[in-house]
């Protein structure tokens, strides 16, 4: 995997300019957050395959006229195979397994589950970027997954089986979208972050196809409602909020960025509580802040000790 930038690359933390990054992540965050609600509110009309589908060419669509007017993107080969890469994974899987899984549990818990993926990314950069497993990063680890089973466990009602695959398919995103975000930070550095959301959201489409068949049935049969509601996530949560999120990570560290979608559960409870009527189970909710508090303690930079200056003799201390 190639290595990510560090803290300088790309930030910008003046002025106007350095407000654009935040404006981006807020964007992102509140479609995010918006987009599990609507995924669990089309759970009863679209199968996972035809939602992600239609998802997906809504936003492609939407993106292709912006795209082109910044002319064509011409990536290398090894970005040609980061952009394939994320596609698949962070459009095509993370959309197919996060429908299924949201069809099983409700939107609050499906967004405190993929908040695991900073602890993800740090063990992926202890895998791949030479950087140490620690002892801290290890606990962190424990945690979260420690959270993520007591949330398995407040979600195991009467279909328990049912229930825990739910939350299964909720962790499979966050494994996806932990190692898109590590392929994606060097190539908005180079790329223009309209053409990277573009090109991954059409290898997206291309994964998802075989449930064209699908789509088109379910999309006769749905209200009009839920049509919009889907042409809705096609292009806000992802043809927007996907740019934004790619503009703000060419701006920011991956790791700072990260820390900001923690904010993505609490707005989607509210949401779901305003436009579904329904919140996490009571236990979830320990569960939940035990797995922020596990990505917390990865995430927490060592404290280091001051050195203390030598003593010159005749000198006070």
């Known amino acids: 995997m190639p290595d990510i930038p560090t803290e300088t690359d790309g930030t910008d933390r003046t002025g106007t300019a350095g407000l654009l990054p935040l404006a981006a992540v807020g964007v992102t965050l509140v479609l995010w957050a918006s987009a599990f609600v609507g995924i669990r509110h089309l759970a009863h009309d679209f ?21 082109l007017a910044q002319g064509l993107p011409r990536p290398s080969r090894g970005q040609w195979l980061s952009i394939v890469t ?24 499906a967004s405190m589950l993929i908040q695991v993926s900073p602890v993800l ?10 950087e140490r497993f620690t002892a801290q990063l290890a606990a962190g680890l424990a945690l979260a997954f ?3 089973v007591v949330i398995g466990l407040s979600t195991s009602g009467g279909e328990s089986t049912g229930d825990l695959l739910g939350v299964v398919l909720c962790l499979v995103p966050a ?6 975000v590590i392929l994606q930070k060097p190539l908005v550095a180079d790329l223009s972050a309209v053409h990277v959301t ?6 997206g489409v291309v994964t998802c196809l075989p449930w064209a068949g699908r789509l088109v049935a379910e999309a006769r049969d749905a209200p009009v409602s839920s049509s919009l509601w889907l042409v809705y996530l096609g292009v806000f949560p992802t043809a927007i909020a996907f740019t934004t999120y790619a503009y ?7 790791s700072a960025l990260g820390v900001t979608t923690y904010l993505v559960p609490p707005l989607t409870i509210v949401m779901g509580l305003l436009l579904l009527d329904e919140v996490p189970p009571l236990v979830a909710y320990a569960g939940g802040v035990l797995a922020l508090l596990g990505v917390g303690v990865a995430r927490r930079s060592p404290t280091r000790r001051p050195v203390a200056a030598p003593v010159v003799p005749g000198q006070e201390p």
């Open 248 to 254: 703000a990570l060419r701006h920011m560290t991956a």
């Open 86 to 109: 994320i596609g698949v994974l962070w459009f095509g899987i993370y959309n197919l397994s996060l429908n299924a899984g949201e069809q099983r549990v409700d939107a609050g818990t």
């Open 175 to 180: 494994a996806a979208y932990s190692i898109s």
């Open 146 to 148: 420690s959270g993520v």
């Open 198 to 203: 573009w090109l991954a959201c059409t290898v």
């Open 121 to 130: 990314i740090a063990v992926l950069a202890a895998l791949f970027l030479g």
């Open 47 to 67: 199968s996972a395959g035809a939602l992600s589908l239609g998802r997906l060419a809504a936003g492609a669509v939407a993106l292709a006229p912006v795209a």
